[in-house]
């Protein structure tokens, strides 16, 4: 049972608190071994702990969920390497200065060794061969190929972690600890790359020490103890052998527990749980095993005993296995059984009734394919960019969209709904592609007419045959889940302002406030309301402004708000602030703005029509010269468009908005913009004048 932290004995408590100032004092004790002779029962007692951290160490690399975890282990290796050595040097002077380097390698030197030295040097070389060779050689290769993977796989992750933040899926502290585990990552891996390199050191530096604590004792047995040459061979090489395979042993668990990290992969639970239940997943595998044991144990020669008894118990493991395995299958049926069940007899909560999904994708049973990832189907996919594009251009959150068939519409029919309330349909032609004429295409290609949804573009569908014949020939070819998507947008774009709640408008000030904190605490609600500010975001998304720039739309209206109430108004002043950003929208290759512009009568004429009331301004004008306007609206940007242009009308800045809510509807696509919303750096092209 763990200790609570009030009942801790005080040295306990004492020495948790210092863990630096212990650190430090072993990493100095090793030095100073280095240095100074210590008796021969320290050198037992240092020992006997080295051997003990690296049995710990291995244990703890087992129980390991994720690597990363324990990112200490790079600086830990390069400690008991330097703590190995140093006793290494310490054994070293006890040998050669008196013969004897304490119970610990002695022990080693006969026991293990069974009393031969020559027993003990092949053991010793063994040893080597396999840290130096198998294991360390191999991890060295791992943790180069894992650290270079690493290292470039980290921008891929991290526009991971951007593209899930812009798309609203995980939060900003969310995003951050990612990031940091990211960095975490690649630092592990680049500190194991090197960590490596100690193992390798390591094994050549016990080579070397072996080779010249035999040679000098040697020398020292017989030119100045006197022994003759057998009994200082016999005594050195067996002190020297004992000491080796004392460090040696350490240093292979050491070099194990490295290995066994750089080739973990993350997991929920440790590596005897996941070799345990991998290693038995597939109990046809073990049995066929088993039967072959069996079988080579009955071919005459062979050890029938051992064969049939390793035999016995991979059959056992493979009749628990397949137990094992039918039972959670017939548990797995189970619970499902039991919970449709639960979900036929439980009676639908009348609140249910009561949820109205934003937005809504109903599909005809032919088209349950676009959706269904088994059948190749990437609706889902496209749907996913298409949130992440409108978070990262027009910033705001689209809200979930969720998919459901539909039976009462044709089978290639779908169907769009905003709040419950329809606003797109369109029918798909599965199994074939809508090829759209550019402007380019020449000739001609049999196929079934029809209009794109998006934009009203004259199409035709053609079959999978005839699609590289529709290239060829110049068409642009759309995928039935791409019409579908592009259709989608335009419809979320189109409604953008019925999409962006007080919840999300919320979210949205929350989210920049960790950023512009001033700004947000000065404006809301001490100069404007919560409601105020998301109508003005309303406005801009009505004529597909981007919000985004969050910061500066709350700077504007910090400055503006005191000044007026009035949010069409303060929408303007946005706009004026966002002139450099509207105009980029607009521009041609050329980087010309090219206009239409309203002839002074018109904008005198709707200017003197403005009536001010108290719940806002609008232009009572007759409907018949409305429609005399709009039309005139009309003809006149039809040569913009008819170039490849926007339909772009610029007026003044007092008249813009009602301008523009008199002619929207006769000309759904057309944009509106004020002089003060043209930036200085822009040049003006006029293509003509409206007069009505």
């Known amino acids: 049972m763990a200790i609570p932290a009030k009942q801790m004995p005080r040295e306990s408590g004492a020495l948790m608190r210092n863990q630096d100032v212990v650190l430090a004092v072993c990493v100095v004790a090793i030095l100073i071994v280095l240095v100074i002779p210590i008796p021969t029962w320290i050198l037992d007692v240092l020992l006997s702990i080295n051997i003990s951290i690296s049995i710990v160490v291995l244990l703890s690399t087992i129980y390991l969920l994720n690597p990363v975890d324990f990112a200490v282990f790079p600086s830990l290796l390069l400690l008991l390497t330097l703590f190995r050595l140093s006793l290494n040097v310490a054994s070293t002077r006890l040998i050669l200065t008196n013969a004897n380097a304490g119970s610990v390698i002695d022990a080693f030197g006969g026991f293990v060794t ?58 900003e502290d969310e995003a951050r600890e990612r990031r940091r585990s990211i960095e975490r990552e690649a630092d592990f891996y680049g500190s194991m790359d090197g960590a490596t390199k100690f193992l390798r050191g390591d094994a050549i530096a ?28 016999q005594t050195y090489t067996r002190l020297t052998v004992g000491d080796g395979l004392v460090s040696q042993i350490p240093a292979l668990v050491i070099s194990t527990a490295a290995a066994m990290i750089v080739t973990r992969t993350t997991s929920e639970t440790n590596l005897g749980i996941d070799l345990g239940a991998q290693l038995t997943r597939y109990p046809k595998a073990l049995a066929v095993g088993a039967a072959m044991l069996a079988l080579m144990g009955l071919v005459p020669g062979m050890p029938t005993v051992p064969f049939l008894i390793v035999a016995g118990v991979i059959g056992t493991v493979a009749y628990q296995s397949g137990r094992m395995e039918t039972q959670r299958a017939a548990d797995a049926l189970a619970e499902e059984a039991l919970a449709t069940a639960e979900e036929e007899a439980a009676p639908p909560r009348t609140e249910d009734y009561l949820t109205v999904d934003p ?23 496209r749907i996913q960019i298409l949130r992440q594009q409108i978070a990262t251009k027009h910033g705001f959150v689209v809200p979930v969209i969720r998919i459901v068939d539909n039976m009462r519409l044709r089978p290639n029919e779908y169907r769009v709904l905003l709040g419950e309330s329809e606003i797109g349909r369109y029918e798909l032609l599965p199994g074939h592609f809508l090829a759209m004429n550019p402007g380019l295409v020449e000739e001609e ?33 759309v995928e039935p889940s791409a019409v579908l998507a592009t259709h989608l947008t335009e419809l979320i ?64 209206l910090a400055n503006y708000g005191p ?104 000309v759904p696509k057309i944009v509106v913009l004020s002089y003060n919303e043209v930036d200085a750096s822009v040049q003006l092209s006029s293509e003509g004048q409206i007069d009505a």
Not at 210 to 223: P, Q
Not at 363 to 372: N, P
Request: with cysteine.
């Open 563 to 666: 000044r007026t109430k009035d949010t069409d108004v303060l929408t303007e002043y946005v706009r004026h602030a966002f002139a450099r950003q509207i105009c980029a929208e607009y521009k041609d290759e050329e980087g010309v703005l090219r206009v239409a512009t309203l002839s002074p009568a018109l904008e005198k004429e709707i200017g003197d029509a403005v009536k001010s009331t108290e719940t806002g301004e609008y232009v009572p004008l007759d409907p018949a010269r409305t429609d005399a306007i709009a039309q005139a609206t009309a003809k006149a940007v039809q040569p913009l468009v008819q170039a490849g242009h926007e339909a772009v009308v610029l007026t003044s800045a007092q008249v813009r908005r009602f301008y523009r809510r008199m002619v929207e509807a006769a």
């Open 445 to 477: 290609i049999e196929g079934v007419p029809t209009k794109e949804p998006a934009f009203g573009l004259q199409a035709i569908w053609v079959s999978k045959e005839r699609r590289d014949l529709a290239e060829r020939l110049g068409y642009t070819i």
């Open 359 to 381: 937005l809504k994708i109903e599909l005809g049973y032919g088209l349950i394919a676009l959706a269904d990832k088994k059948q190749g189907g990437d609706l889902l996919t």
């Open 114 to 171: 069974s009393g031969s030295y020559i027993v003990g040097f092949i053991i010793f070389s063994i040893l080597v061969v396999i840290q130096f060779v198998v294991i360390t050689r191999g991890a060295g290769r791992i943790s180069e190929v894992a650290a270079r993977f690493t290292l470039d796989a980290m921008p891929g992750k991290q526009m991971g972690v951007d593209a899930d933040l812009n798309a609203g899926l995980i939060s």
């Open 206 to 233: 016990g080579i070397i020490i072996t080779l010249v604590n035999i040679i000098g004792g040697l020398i020292i047995g017989v030119a100045m103890r006197g022994l003759t040459f057998t009994d200082a061979l």
């Open 493 to 556: 774009l189109a409604h953008a302002d019925e999409l962006v709640t007080r919840e999300d408008t919320q979210n949205l000030i929350e989210n920049i406030k960790v950023s512009a904190k001033t700004v947000v605490d000065e404006l809301i609600p001490n100069i404007i309301s919560l409601g105020e500010v998301q109508k003005v975001l309303h406005n801009l998304l009505m004529e597909r402004v981007s919000i985004r720039n969050l910061q500066v739309i709350l700077e504007v």
